[in-house]
């Protein structure tokens, strides 16, 4: 199974300023095709996860644009430009090259 | 708008068996591969099951093959969970995702197994 690392595993921002989370996997996550498959989640308190950033830097629907997705083989960034309160939560970084499909640990992001 | 809704959790004694169903609406059904997607309480998650769109082939997290079966029916655009042998560590919020990048996910049902 490909393992999934994030860190760090909480990170406390004050609002306006940016915030950065690092995932690495075990295996290249790009495929002969030339996609990479790395997925971003955000769960909010009490809501399910809701997609991010898919293929390492595509914004999902309705995504602000705040967030941003870099990266390539194992080596994978989530960068938040201006942190704000609704952005509280647990993200978690995914793989979905091969089954099973693997998360990173998540991590919790709080507001000073 | 896309919706996706879980049901069928509850409390379930140890070796004991549940049926979950994800019932979806907002897009068409049998275009898209379905995935159940667990979180045991205060930990992250786990991808458990996928179904391809057809029906002809699910795959399965060792944790779970052989006692858990996953398969859809296109026709009431639903995917649906059957949950055998249930142990303890079974404990956790079930959600239902749609295809490899888990766009849509359910509110999810939560699923308790104690005695």
């Known amino acids: 199974d490909i393992v999934m690392t994030q860190t760090p595993l909480s990170v406390s921002v004050t609002p306006g300023q940016p915030a950065s989370i690092s995932c690495k996997s075990s295996?290249?996550?790009?495929?002969?095709?030339?996609?990479?498959?790395l997925f971003w989640y955000l769960q909010k308190p009490g809501q399910s996860p809701q997609l991010l950033i898919y293929?390492?830097?595509n914004r999902f629907s309705g995504v602000p644009d705040r967030f941003s997705g870099s990266g390539s083989g194992t080596e994978f960034t989530l960068t938040i430009s201006r942190v704000e309160a609704e952005d509280v939560g647990v993200y978690y970084c995914?793989?979905?090259?091969?089954?099973?499909?693997?998360f990173g640990q998540g991590t919790r992001l709080e507001i000073k | 708008e896309v919706h996706l809704v879980e049901s069928g959790g509850g409390l379930v004694q140890p070796g004991g068996s549940l049926r979950l169903s994800c019932a979806t609406s907002g897009f068409i059904f049998s275009d898209f591969d379905m995935n159940w997607v667990r979180q045991a309480p205060g930990k992250g998650l786990e991808w458990i099951s996928s179904?391809?769109?057809?029906?002809?082939?699910?795959f399965y997290a060792d944790s779970v093959r052989g006692r858990f079966s996953m398969s859809r029916d296109n026709a009431k655009s639903s995917v649906f969970l059957q949950m055998n042998n249930l142990r303890d560590e079974d404990t956790a919020v079930y959600y239902c995702?749609?295809?490899?990048?888990?766009?849509?996910w359910g509110q999810g049902t939560l699923v308790t197994v104690s005695s």
């Open positions: 995702a749609r295809v490899g990048a888990l766009d849509y």
């Open positions: 295996q290249s996550l790009l495929r002969r095709d030339g996609k990479t498959f």
């Open positions: 995914m793989q979905s090259i091969q089954l099973p499909r693997t």
């Open positions: 179904i391809g769109r057809d029906n002809s082939l699910a």
């Open positions: 293929e390492v830097f």
